[in-house]
């Protein structure tokens, strides 16, 4: 079974300012990493994942994640944030097999002008 | 590639009820997932089929609750004698057989049981 723990759960940035969500994970197995965005009263769009490979992972919007397995990390960042960037963000998890996702409880990124 | 539809995209009934939700995933995925979402957290698995095959049911997935996914294409999942703790957004994803660790996710039913 894996798990993941977001550990902001509000994240207030002012426009332009750089932006990390953090995230880990707990696993028994080999897993997949990813980040999701959900916009108010949409499902959820994928942002990025990591499967294999460099631990720099870069997605789309500008948004980029470092796998870092000694810390079970994925920590998201963004350099530059804009007004648009404001949803909830999750964090998620799968194995290797049926790749059923565990999400992490979310954080909720406010950009302000 | 038109993406996962779900439907009803809202749906409010009376404690007892029995509902019934739709996915249609994108066309020739070949896995389909169901996730519930409640306020303030992250979504939790339910269910998921590949092709026409439920694989696997979540402990969340009580007796009430039942999903199918006749000749592999579109889903309904069924709530029996709704609860007002079945009051969620039920999502639903699907991903190809060649990119099977790829989710794509519809826009949710959100369920309101009064």
């Known amino acids: 079974a894996q798990s993941v723990t977001q550990l902001d759960s509000q994240v207030p940035v002012f426009e332009e300012a750089p932006v990390e969500l953090r995230c880990n994970y707990s696993s028994s197995v080999s897993v997949y990493l990813f980040w999701y965005v959900q916009y108010p009263n949409q499902g959820l769009q994928l942002l990025l994942k990591y499967l294999s490979g460099s631990t720099l992972v870069k997605g789309i919007n500008g948004f980029e994640a470092e796998f870092n397995k000694s810390q079970t990390s994925f920590h998201l960042r963004k350099p530059s944030v804009h007004i648009s960037d404001t949803a909830e963000y999750f964090c998620?998890?799968?194995?290797?097999?049926?790749?059923?996702?565990?999400f992490g409880a979310g954080t909720t990124v406010t950009v302000r002008a | 590639d038109t993406g996962v539809s779900q439907n009803p995209r809202h749906k409010i009934t009376k404690r007892g009820q029995n509902v019934t939700f739709r996915c249609d995933p994108i066309?020739?995925?070949?896995?389909l997932y169901w996730y519930r979402q409640t306020l303030g957290q992250g979504p939790e698995f339910l269910t998921y089929f590949q092709n026409e095959a439920q694989l696997e049911k979540s402990r969340l997935l009580s007796d009430r609750f039942s999903a199918e996914r006749p000749k592999g294409s579109f889903s309904t999942l069924e709530i029996q004698r709704t609860e007002q703790g079945d009051s969620a957004m039920y999502l639903c994803a699907s991903s190809p057989r060649d990119r099977g660790e790829t989710q794509y996710f519809g826009p949710g039913t959100r369920l309101l049981v009064l």
């Open positions: 066309s020739e995925h070949n896995r």
């Open positions: 998620a998890v799968s194995d290797r097999v049926d790749y059923k996702l565990s």
